[in-house]
């Protein structure tokens, strides 16, 4: 809202006759709401605009500068636990400035659906990560054939940072529609870059399916099974609305102790049953999971190509004429065996 604005709705709320509103103390009072809603708008949408918005893979980006940490792990497999398989797809070898893709494949089985937040039960989202050698970036969009566009049509393919270029991720997409990712590369030019040369490179992949079971913040999520937090036996299991339910559990010393049990998960014990601490109270929601592999790609220089192929020729070359020059000597032996 500009100044101007803001002193004309003061202007008019000046002027407005409230006076001769006293009759009528319920019209007074919706018009002066309306008044107050008018002011305060501008505030809360300010607010709102201002408000983080957390979703993977944003939390790896706001608490890591580099995703890989240096034992070869990858960031997002703190949140998401369980293990499961990725794979990814590129060339062997590419020529310098050139569009390649990279394609990674984040398998699971749609038929299942995750726990959400707020304990229903939802299809997987997919994210991953691509940690690219130094160099290597996004291609950029007037450079990317119309193949690829169309493959990646409503995938939104980021840097990492604005530091770390060759880093590029994605999602939270939905994954029964993209259990395949193709990532549009563009390769470097040693000629102009300095920090590439034509050698061999690893590329690493990270890839996961569903909800993590940490939160950033070291809170664990709903995606996880609830455990018996003390030894006892279980007495009563009552509901407590909205699908949630308190689980009691009678301790050795004769005292209670309740559980909440949050809305989604299905209790696997029964009153009067023994329990030990740790031992599962519900069954384990994740379907999901993270899985990190690589690959390696050679930055090829066309000229060690050029020159691979003329020693191979010259290699042919030389057996052709190693192989008529053994005949012709045969044959001199032969004529002068027979003299």
């Known amino acids: 809202m500009t100044r101007k604005s803001k ?148 995938v939104y393919i980021s840097p990492y940072s604005s530091k770390s270029e060759n880093i590029l991720v994605v999602g939270p997409i939905l994954g029964d529609k993209n259990r395949e990712v193709t990532f549009p590369i563009l390769s470097p030019d040693p000629a102009t870059s300095t920090t590439t040369d034509y050698l061999k490179y690893p590329i690493y992949v990270g890839a996961n399916r569903g909800r993590g079971q940490i939160n950033p913040n070291g809170d664990k999520s709903n995606n996880n099974p609830i455990l018996a937090t003390t030894p006892g036996e279980v007495t009563e299991i009552r509901e407590s609305g909205n699908k949630t339910f308190d689980l009691s559990i009678k301790t050795p010393d004769g005292s209670i102790v309740d559980q909440k049990i949050s809305k989604g998960l299905n209790i696997i014990v029964k009153p009067g049953q023994t329990v030990t601490k740790d031992t599962l109270l519900t069954n384990d929601p994740n379907v999901g999971g993270f899985g990190q592999a690589e690959t390696e790609i050679v930055l090829q220089n ?32 032969a004529a002068e065996m027979n003299f």
């Open 7 to 154: 002193f004309s709705i003061i202007h008019r709320l000046k002027a407005f006759p409230f006076h001769s509103l006293h009759g009528n103390s319920e019209i007074t009072v919706n018009i002066i709401k309306r008044c107050i809603a008018i002011l305060f708008f501008p505030i809360s949408l300010f607010f709102s605009l201002k408000t983080k918005i957390n979703a993977y893979p944003i939390y790896a980006q706001q608490a890591y500068t580099n995703p890989r940490e240096a034992n070869g792990r990858i960031a997002c497999a703190n949140c998401h636990l369980a293990q499961k398989p990725v794979a990814v797809e590129s060339p062997s070898a590419v020529l310098s400035d050139n569009i390649f893709e990279a394609v990674v494949k984040i398998p699971y089985d749609v038929s299942k659906k995750q726990l959400l937040a707020n304990g229903d039960r939802g299809p997987l989202n997919v994210g991953a990560v691509l940690i690219l050698p130094e160099g290597f970036k996004l291609a950029p969009p007037s450079r990317i054939p119309s193949e690829i566009k169309e493959k990646n049509k409503g």
């Open 302 to 333: 066309p000229n060690r190509i050029i020159g691979y192929l003329v020693f191979c020729l010259a290699v042919v070359f030389c057996q052709t004429f190693l192989v008529i020059k053994k005949k012709q000597f045969e044959q001199v032996q």
